[in-house]
């Protein structure tokens, strides 16, 4: 079979004033100046691509502040191996974060942060003494008494000589009132490799918190959910808490579902797309280190705030 090249030279064009523009000049970014301002530095940045979902998500999360609306986090291990876990405490103080969900692995970072002050170094498959004794002792009493194990967890360490609670998540939000749970995924999380594991009490008190995080989405509307750190667990979560609370005929709508993940998935974005963006909601995704680009929006959130913010010290 012979085939020939195409002639272009009858090819139809169309003027520029009919195409329509994709991105307008005011979008672009400029060069940021020595000596300038954070302001003066957020102003350089285009407002397209990842930098306009971030200017987005500032918004949503100052409008959601101003509002006395709920800003939800939900983050995995790595953020508290990136050293962020004081930074999450300050937003906690700031009424910033007004509800938390952590995986097994965030959880047990957070324990082992408060008791040393540092994460533990290398891969091992046994759990530390100290460690596994707080948190399994603290779900079993807890489990009895009908709590979760986030409170359960959080209100334990408050009560322990723990030298390090300053940078404890748990604890800061027992500490003022903020619903944190935990989300464990038994035989898979390292605390479960210790002898005084209670599948009992770890399955009811589990129930608890995905129960509560059910709660917490039934008062979702308006506000904002941070996914941070969590291709799997927590996109999950935050979806079938939803489908729960809306099977019992809570509505919610206009959510802001904020994606703050090096790796992003397209399964886990479409997960959280098709469970918010109807109503009004709407997904957006900071691909890129959450060490990085945590701090950075809500650094854009408090120079937003700042004149309101002064009243939390």
């Known amino acids: 079979m012979s085939v020939k090249p195409l002639a272009f030279s009858q090819l139809k064009t169309v003027p520029l004033s009919q195409r329509q523009a994709d991105a307008q000049e005011r979008d672009f970014g400029a060069p940021f100046r020595a000596g300038g301002s954070f302001a003066d ?8 691509g990842v930098s306009g979902d971030l200017f987005l998500l500032r918004d949503a999360i100052t409008t959601a502040f101003r509002n006395q609306q709920d800003v939800i986090l939900g983050c995995g291990g790595h953020v508290f191996e990136a050293g962020l876990s004081p930074f999450l405490v300050r937003l906690i103080e700031q009424k910033l974060i007004t509800g938390v969900a952590l995986t097994g692995a965030a959880m047990l ?20 003494q100290e460690t596994g004794l707080l948190i ?25 000589d723990a030298k390090h609670l300053d940078h404890s998540v748990l604890a800061t939000a027992c500490r003022f009132g903020v619903p944190i749970t935990v989300h464990p995924a038994i035989g898979a999380d390292m605390f479960n490799l210790h002898p005084l594991v ?89 691909t890129g280190a959450e060490e990085v680009m945590l701090p950075l929006l809500f650094a854009a959130v408090t120079d937003d705030l700042a004149e309101e913010l002064d009243a939390y010290g």
């Open 41 to 48: 530095f957020l102003c350089a940045l285009p407002g397209l």
């Open 109 to 128: 970072q957070d324990v082992e942060i408060a008791l040393t002050g540092h994460t533990l170094q290398g891969k091992t498959n046994r759990i530390t």
């Open 136 to 160: 399994n002792e603290s779900i079993v009493a807890g489990a009895a008494q009908n709590k979760g194990i986030g409170y359960s967890i959080g209100t334990c360490l408050m009560e322990t």
């Open 198 to 286: 209670h599948g009992e009490s770890l399955g009811a008190a589990g129930m608890t918190d995905f129960r509560l995080l059910a709660g917490m989405m039934a008062n979702a509307s308006g506000g904002v959910l941070l996914n941070v750190a969590s291709s799997v667990v927590i996109p999950r979560l935050f979806a079938q808490a939803a489908e729960a609370a809306r099977n019992l005929e809570y509505h919610i709508d206009r959510v802001t579902v904020g994606v703050i993940e090096k790796k992003a998935t397209s399964t886990s974005i479409s997960g959280l797309c098709d469970a918010f963006d109807s109503g009004g909601g709407q997904t957006l995704c900071l």
